[in-house]
């Protein structure tokens, strides 16, 4: 492979990578932002997350530069080309996983803080649900005796 194909393929392959991360920083910053946890948080996580996409497959893209593939220059620069591809896309896959991962734990975070918030009880959910009888005291008043037990009417 000649220097000129060689430069090609690398140039091609960081614009790529480039691109790629920039996609998947708008785009996951906007899904973290989102969910429930803090915006800021989901932007920071999506940072971080963006520069270990793009360190990982531009050191993919060095070490494929270097493997021999086809004697010519153009099918060594498109078979590389394919391989780049490809890694490119299982390492959006992966980065996607880890983005939907980061939300799941903020929205569970942001439930069990809801959980822990202390609720505001209504006076009217608190009142008796029914009347007390005349006399008696309390929420919940004795119940009257069945009309079996005490009925002028005999039930023989």
Do not use: C, K, W
């Not at 000649?2 to 920039?22: E, K, M, P, R």
């Not at 270990?52 to 080309?81: E, K, N, Q, Y």
């Not at 029914?130 to 039930?155: C, F, K, L, M």
Request: no cysteine; net charge neutral.
């Amino acid at each position: 492979m000649t220097t000129n194909a060689y430069l090609s393929f690398l140039a091609i392959g960081v614009a790529l990578v480039l691109i790629d991360g920039q996609i998947i920083y708008r785009s996951g910053r906007r899904y973290l932002e989102n969910s429930y946890g803090d915006p800021a948080a989901g932007a920071s996580m999506t940072r971080l997350v963006t520069v270990l996409f793009h360190l990982a497959t531009l050191g993919v893209l060095a070490l494929v530069s270097t493997i021999d593939m086809g004697g010519s220059d153009l099918p060594g620069v498109v078979g590389r080309l394919g391989v780049l591809l490809l890694i490119l896309a299982l390492a959006h896959a992966i980065t996607l996983g880890v983005l939907s991962r980061i939300r799941g734990e903020q929205e569970v975070e942001a439930v069990v803080q809801r959980r822990g918030a202390p609720q505001r009880v209504d006076p009217e959910l608190q009142a008796p649900t029914v009347t007390p009888v005349p006399g008696q005291e309390g929420r919940y008043p004795n119940v009257s005796p069945s009309i079996e037990h005490q009925t002028p009417y005999s039930a023989q």
